[in-house]
């Protein structure tokens, strides 16, 4: 299958600083990526969905001022928390679908590994 | 989107084998049933998916009944390394746009 990878895999941060979280597709061209969060015991949560070159859907109750997406390649989408407070410490998932580099279409949606964001 | 309904949690022991069962009554016509896994603190990882009948691969077995309202992740002989939460998730997997979304999923724990 194909590979997602995410940048940092754990991040430490003072209140009021932003954080930025990358996630490439490593082997495919991802036309639509997407953003989960993940707190302690729970499930993932749908933050957003973005298409390469255009803007993010955003999930009803996700700031779209706080968290910033950015998908301009095919390969990278990038994730900024602005402002984090210590609410915002979690664990952010991204995943992506899209088309092989060989070829062909991919059915399922990749995950890459999550980031550990700790806000002090 | 369909919703799904799983069992919070299920225990088992090495070398058994594990079903674990979803219910997706409103599943649409164009939807594929996908199973994934994730242990603590990483990403999900792909298992299986399906569209009717039975799937199986090097890993797992999907059983889809006819009417598609409910399917079955089948584990056989699990070990202690399949401790982890499986997710079942419905959806479009054509559709680019179209996000998983993820339900409470089921907590195997496998013993010794």
């Known amino acids: 299958g194909a590979v997602v990878s995410q940048h940092p895999s754990r991040v430490i941060c003072k209140s009021g600083t932003s954080v930025k979280i990358e996630c490439r597709s490593l082997?495919?061209?991802?036309?639509?990526m997407f953003w989960y969060r993940q707190f302690p015991k729970q499930s993932l949560m749908l933050m957003a969905t973005?298409?390469?070159?255009?803007?993010?859907?955003?999930e009803q109750g996700v700031e779209k001022d706080k968290f910033l997406i950015n998908h301009a390649s095919l390969t990278l989408s990038t994730l900024t928390v602005t402002s984090a407070h210590p609410e915002d410490s979690s664990f952010y998932i991204c995943s992506a679908r899209g088309i092989p580099l060989a070829g062909g279409s991919y059915n399922e949606q990749f995950f890459g590994p999550g980031t550990r964001l700790t806000v002090l | 989107l369909a919703k799904t309904t799983q069992p919070i949690s299920m225990d088992s022991y090495e070398g058994q084998e594990v079903n674990i069962t979803c219910s997706h009554n409103n599943i649409a016509t164009n939807d594929y049933i996908t199973w994934y896994q994730q242990f603590p603190s990483q990403g999900p990882r792909f298992i299986i998916q399906g569209y009717k009948t039975k799937v199986t691969n090097e890993v797992a077995s999907l059983f889809i009944p006819a009417d598609r309202k409910s399917s079955t992740l089948s584990l056989p002989r699990v070990s202690l390394s399949d401790t982890a939460v499986y997710y079942c998730l419905v959806g479009f997997s054509n559709q680019a746009g179209t996000a998983l979304i993820f339900g409470k999923g089921t907590t195997l724990s496998v013993s010794s």
């Open positions: 082997d495919f061209q991802a036309t639509t």
């Open positions: 973005s298409n390469e070159g255009s803007k993010a859907t955003y």
